[in-house]
């Protein structure tokens, strides 16, 4: 069971990690300072396979994959939203954070909900409220990505079979 | 099937006769680009995963730009890794501080993206190429360090929007005006997952750094590329500049665009973006009493020399105000040495500016200008997120250059019209 928190439309790179943390590429020191400008509260009060949920746009702005890394070095288990910023949305899946597209679940999730989401991922189910919301499908070549343990492992995989760069 | 721009071009370079919207496709890219922030990550993940080599040394650029030099010992580690791999890689397109600068003034200056190109950088203003025809976008380290092994990556093929400007431009309004009223119109995620297509008689009489300008801020509407056809003005552009041959590519007639807008240009006046969005802006006449503690004039969106000469022109013999602090950054090197060749930096210092070398510093709240607890900054860059430029109480607001100059000598937000006006009496 993960405890959500919930946060508003534009949600940016810049509150989810300030630039000036940018100094490393480490997720568990990134995760210190994770949604500090936006929320104190949240690095005060998280538990570990917590979820973050968003309004549209989630994860707008600059291309650092420190923002993910943060997320994940926070001990955040999956981040909801109405929609993603699509920098945020393409890293997070490359670096194997769950990320999670639902208008339903981004509007009826609160602050504080105890939320899970369906084994598979095809549904986030709120204890809470007793309310479950449908998931948006990701395409197909990108569950491929997912499936292989993110981009890294597919690139492996072509080195392997003899690809460039090897 | 009639194609727009972005997809003409990923069609032709991903080797099919056409393309529709959410399709994905695989595509050779013609330059991958990091920075001091995000190579390292892509350097680790690159070699994590076993490559020995990136595709093509000539293929891969990267610039030191963001905490140069050095702002403190972490970062300096960080550079380390990426000046010890572009040694190794023996990477054509390896610019340390003092050789380069902003990566997205300096590839385009120096003629390293040319119109027509597929590039792909990990700094979300990769965009800004789009000004002179390329589909260019940002991605992330992970991104990066599989097209620096492979030369390729994967697109789903965006919608395209339209958007026609038209009009005389009136003195003082420039494609930062002409973007952030855009930005106002759809809103922060309006052309999200969207390529944006900027042309009209505005856009053809538009000089190329400031279309540059305008494709910089396409990601703060949340596209994917923001492109200007390519045209007589672009190809003056390229002459004795373009390092490889370019590609030419049109929209069709008749191409479906998800939306349209239209602009009138010579209705518009200086537009100023509000915190804590870019979306939040206002024509510079509803702006009110603002006071301003520091301007930055400088960034991947206005810190060319057009830019420069724009704020010289209103600070020549003018004194910045006395509450306020004025930072001015040449965006790169080359930039730097034209300001000071036609006296533009003398300009600023008499002024009591401080000019620094080129680094995105204050922009992203680095260093060489970072903001303290409500404090006001009027800056020429892209973003006005909260904490963006420093405390989390902090405010931005984002204009023109000549806004800028105005400003810092008023100090508060100034329309440069106003002081035009009082010149000439």
């Known amino acids: 069971m993960a405890r959500a928190w919930k946060y508003g439309d534009n949600v940016d790179t810049d509150v989810i990690i300030p630039a000036r943390y940018l100094v490393t590429g480490d ?140 | 099937m009639a194609m727009t721009l972005a997809e003409k071009m990923l069609a032709d370079r991903s080797g099919l006769r056409e393309v529709e919207p959410g399709q994905i496709v695989e595509t050779p890219v013609d330059l991958v680009m990091g920075n001091d922030i995000t190579a390292p990550i892509a350097i680790r993940e690159f070699e994590a995963a076993g490559a020995t080599r990136v595709f093509d040394p000539d293929r891969v650029a990267l610039v030191m730009s963001h905490f140069v030099p050095a702002k403190d010992i972490s970062s300096a580690d960080q550079s380390r890794i990426m000046r010890q791999f572009a040694k190794r890689h023996a990477i054509r397109h390896y610019y340390p501080e003092g050789q380069g600068g902003i990566e997205h003034t300096l590839l385009p200056e120096r ?101 540059l300008t305008m494709s910089n801020m396409t990601i703060e509407a949340g596209g994917k590329v923001g492109i200007v056809p390519t045209d007589e003005l672009t190809l003056r552009y390229e002459e004795g500049r373009a390092q490889r041959p370019w590609r030419l590519y049109a929209a069709d007639p008749g191409a479906r665009y998800a939306e349209e807008h239209e602009f009138d240009v010579s209705a518009l006046e200086p537009q100023v973006a509000f915190p804590s969005l870019p979306s939040l802006t206002r024509g510079i006449s509803d702006v009110g009493e603002v006071a301003i503690d520091q301007v930055f004039i400088g960034s991947c969106t206005n810190g060319r020399l057009s830019d420069l000469r724009t704020a010289a022109s209103i600070l020549r013999g003018k004194r910045v105000h006395p509450e306020t602090r004025l930072i001015v950054i040449p965006a790169t090197q080359d930039v730097y040495k034209a300001a000071l060749r036609e006296g533009l930096i003398e300009v600023f210092l008499d002024a009591g ?73």
């Open chain 2, 353 to 425: 500016a401080s000019v620094s070398t080129s680094t995105c510093g204050p922009c992203l709240g680095g260093h060489m200008g970072v903001l303290g607890k409500g404090e006001r900054c009027l800056s020429t860059s892209n973003r006005n997120y909260v904490g963006r430029m420093g405390d989390r109480e902090a405010e931005v607001f984002l204009a023109s250059p000549a806004v800028a100059a105005a400003t810092a000598i008023r100090g508060r937000i100034t329309d440069p019209r106003e002081m035009a006006k009082e010149e000439a009496v």
């Open chain 2, 111 to 211: 003629g390293i993206v040319v119109p027509g190109d597929i590039v792909i950088g990990a700094d979300s203003h990769t965009c800004t190429y789009g000004g002179l025809g390329a589909f260019a976008t940002g991605v992330g380290s992970t991104d990066l360090a599989y097209a620096m092994a492979t030369g390729r990556t994967w697109f789903k093929v965006p919608e395209s929007m339209r958007f026609v400007y038209y009009g005389r431009r009136p003195p003082f309004v420039t494609g930062k005006d002409l973007i952030l009223r855009t930005i106002k119109t759809i809103g922060d995620d309006g052309a999200l997952y969207r390529a944006m297509e900027f042309t009209g008689e505005a856009i053809a009489d538009l000089p190329m750094e400031d279309r």
């Open chain 1, 27 to 166: 997720p568990e020191r990134l995760g210190q300072h994770c949604l500090e400008n936006l929320d104190p509260g949240f690095l005060a009060g998280k538990a570990p396979g917590d979820v973050i949920v968003g309004g549209r746009n989630f994860g707008c702005g600059s291309s650092r994959e420190h923002a993910p890394l943060a997320i994940k070095g926070a001990g955040v288990s999956a981040v909801i939203a109405e929609s993603f910023a699509r920098i945020f949305f393409r890293n997070a899946i490359n670096i194997g954070l769950r990320v999670y597209e639902s208008p339903a679940a981004a509007r009826g999730i609160a602050m504080g909900d105890e939320v899970e989401i369906d084994e598979g991922g095809a549904a986030i189910v709120n204890r809470t409220r007793g309310e479950r919301y449908g998931i948006a499908p990701l395409p197909p070549f990108v569950q491929e990505i997912v499936a292989a343990g993110g981009l890294m492992a597919k690139l492996r995989k072509e080195l392997e079979e003899g690809g460039a760069g090897a």
